[in-house]
Each structure stands twice: as structure tokens, then as C-alpha cells.
Nanobody
């Protein structure tokens, strides 16, 4: 059974940084892509970044490109999302998601496995 556990959220001032972690377990096959989504109150869930199984292919939403960086450590089955230059509009619950994806990854909301989410609040 695939399990995803996010951590690292919290309260940060505008311009600050956070590092989110997604610890994955239970994969029974290879080629798992992992993505980060976020959902702010009253808004739809938004795919913001994803990374291929090999880590060589990444994608970013326009809203976070240049500020957020995704990376994965396959030795520990952990994916990180580095959030820099945070803005109040980045406030949301952040989720990691995963699914079998042979090549690349996607920001579309089509993943079967989800974590419980971690709250990120950007406020002074």
C-alpha cells in the first residue's frame, strides 16, 4: 500500500523560505512520478511542481517557477520542495501525490495516491 507523508509546513514571513518533505513508501513497481499540489481556501487544487522517477524531468507552474525547486532522493524515497521568496498568496495546504508514470510527470490532477497535506502560511 502506497503511503505519502508530508512534513515541513509552518508559518513564515513574506520573503522567507521553507522546505517541504514527502516521504513515500509501499511502491511495488518502478517509475513513480511525484507531484506537489496546493489548495487555498475557496480555490481549486493546483498542481505546482512534479518530478519524474529518475529526477531528470521536472515541471513547475507559472505561479512558482523560479521560486520553488523540487528534488528527490530515491535512496530514501523522499521528495523535497524548496519554497523560496514566499508570498502571502502561497498560503495553502500543500499535498504530495504519486502514481506510476513511466516517463516524465504531470501537473494534472490525475494521481491516485495522496498525502494528508501540510499547511503553509505566509504572513507578517
Amino acid at each position: 500500500q502506497v503511503q505519502l507523508v508530508e512534513s515541513g509546513g509552518g508559518l513564515v514571513q513574506p520573503g522567507g523560505s521553507l522546505r517541504l518533505s514527502c516521504a513515500a513508501s509501499g511502491f511495488t513497481t518502478d517509475f513513480w512520478a511525484i507531484a506537489w499540489f496546493r489548495q487555498a481556501p475557496g480555490k481549486e487544487r493546483e498542481g505546482i511542481s512534479c518530478i519524474s522517477n529518475s529526477g531528470t524531468i521536472t515541471q513547475y507552474a507559472h505561479s512558482v517557477k523560479g521560486r520553488f525547486t523540487i528534488a528527490r532522493d530515491n535512496a530514501t524515497n523522499t521528495v523535497y520542495l524548496h519554497l523560496n521568496s514566499l508570498k502571502p498568496e502561497d498560503t495553502a495546504v500543500y499535498y504530495c501525490a504519486s502514481d506510476h508514470w513511466p516517463v516524465g510527470c504531470t501537473l494534472r490532477n490525475v494521481y491516485d495516491y495522496w498525502g494528508q497535506g501540510t499547511q503553509v502560511t505566509v504572513s507578517s
